[in-house]
Structure formats: C-alpha cells, structure tokens
C-alpha cells in the first residue's frame, strides 16, 4: 500500500526513564540511549519508517493522526545489557486517539514500526557483537547425529 506522509523526528531516546521491564529490578545498567539516539538521527530512524511505511496497513489519514499526537516519537528503543538484545516499549495512545477504531489495530501497526527499526539496527548499524545472545550458545555440535558414549 504505502505511506504518503512526512517521516516523523526520530524518538529522542537521551532523556527517558527505566523502561516498564527493569522498574521492579531497579533498573538494568547502560541501556544505551545516546548511542542508539545517535544512530536513529544519523538515518536509521528515517530508513526504518520507510522500510515500514511500505507496507502498513495504516491510512495516511491514521499516520498523521498518530504523528499529530505524537506517537512516532514517543516510542522507546534501549539495548537490554541483560539478554544483549535491542528492545522497544510502545507508548500509551492518547485518549482523543485511545477510543476510536485507529486503537484496535494502531497497536500491532506500532509494534511492526519498532520491529522493523530494531531488526535495521542489529542488521546494518549495529554490531554490538561482544556480548552473546542466548542463540549463540547453539551450535551444530549441540543436536549432533553422535551417539552418547556408553
């Protein structure tokens, strides 16, 4: 379908608070946010929201409704230092936007956006690599045809 709208300003992500995950630890350590920030401005932000705009189901008229409120940029991006992976964390929608039939589906459309941005991250900007991810454990060793030793 495609998008016909102004891309939004990239989220400023230097002057957040404890995403909803880690408030009940305490807080998670160096999330990262100046440096994703960074890279959100340098074009990221603006690649990504063309990469998603292509294919939304949301109408120019619900794009704008939601840019008009703000939502684009509201939405939070962190690295989560504990399962070294990027995250997202969608903000509430405005009550004007909250009641209308836009909500229903507004939601799964916003989670696409930062899908959308996170993947572009981890594909073409980022390579934040020193840390492991869980998957890396796996090997091809792990589900091997060898039979245990007896």
Not at 29 to 56: C, I, M, Q, S
Request: glycine share 6%; no cysteine.
């Amino acid at each position: 379908m495609g998008l016909d709208v102004d891309i939004p300003e990239p989220p400023q992500l230097s002057n957040r608070g404890v995403p909803s995950e880690f408030e009940a630890v305490g807080g998670a350590g160096d999330l990262r946010r100046d440096e994703l920030e960074g890279v959100l401005d340098a074009g990221a932000w603006n690649e990504a929201f063309e990469e998603w705009a292509e294919y939304t189901d949301l109408s120019d008229s619900e794009a704008r409704a939601l840019q008009d409120a703000g939502v684009f940029e509201q939405l939070d991006f962190y690295w989560d230092p504990i399962d070294a992976t990027f995250r997202f964390e969608l903000p509430s929608l405005p009550p004007e936007l909250a009641d209308e039939e836009l909500a229903t589906y507004a939601t799964t459309e916003l989670t696409d956006l930062g899908q959308t941005v996170i993947e572009l991250l981890a594909d073409a900007y980022l390579d934040w690599g020193d840390e492991e991810s869980p998957i890396d454990h796996w090997s091809e060793e792990t589900f091997s045809d060898q039979t245990p030793p007896e």
